[in-house]
């Protein structure tokens, strides 16, 4: 839960960070990222590198293989569609999750994909009774409250940091939980002028279309 470090790396790296959190557009150079992480733990910034290179590569090869392939067993070099989608099928999931992002021909259809997705992690949840959903294997200090848990047993308050960032409560709201998923047009869903989801630019890359 305690992201304040990091996100004050994320805030100071890119102007306007604190105002909209999209990791899409963070890209400091290693130096000055190293510069940044010295100005907020010294100690870290010598291993800051060897430390992400390892921990990055980790988290990808637990994330992006399936569960019972072996990675000592697998590279990526030369594996074409069918290999990925029975080796790494997350990996593709989330590649082909990514370019509807930027898919000019059915601006909504990446809305729909992610309102469809959005109903199968609710099904989860209420099928194996998780009351506080939180994202389990980056830990990004977000954590929310099942609508549908009863909402007799929750209460939301609101709260103020002090100044050792610990929050204290101040005032419990009078909020009751709608036991239903929102609907898109009801959200603060990042949309542009045509409806199309927001936030990944598209870049001209030798005659090839990518995302930044």
Known sequence: ???????????????????????SRFHPGHRRLRSLITGIEP??????????????SHLFTAIALDPH????????RDADFDVLAKTAPSL??????????ILERYPQLYLAFEQAKALQ???????????????????????????????????????????????????QLDVTFVPRLADLGMTAMRRDATGK??????V???GVRASC
């Open 1 to 23: 839960m305690n992201n304040r470090l990091y996100k004050r790396l994320a805030f100071s790296a890119v102007e306007g960070m604190d105002k909209l959190f999209d990791l």
């Open 121 to 171: 992690a609710w099904n989860y949840w209420n099928e194996n009774g998780i009351a506080t959903p939180f994202n389990g294997f980056l830990p990004k200090g977000e954590i929310g409250v099942n609508p549908a848990f009863p909402g007799d047993e929750v209460a939301v308050w609101r709260a103020q940091a002090c100044e050792q960032g610990l929050l204290h409560p101040v005032e």
């Open 69 to 76: 392939q072996d990675a000592r067993d697998f590279t990526f």
């Open 92 to 101: 593709l999931g989330q590649a082909i999750f990514r370019e509807m992002r």
């Open 43 to 56: 100690r870290l910034a010598p291993g800051a590198a060897a430390y992400t290179r390892d921990r990055l």
């Open 197 to 202: 989801a927001a936030g990944h630019p598209i």
């Open 204 to 206: 001209a890359v030798s």
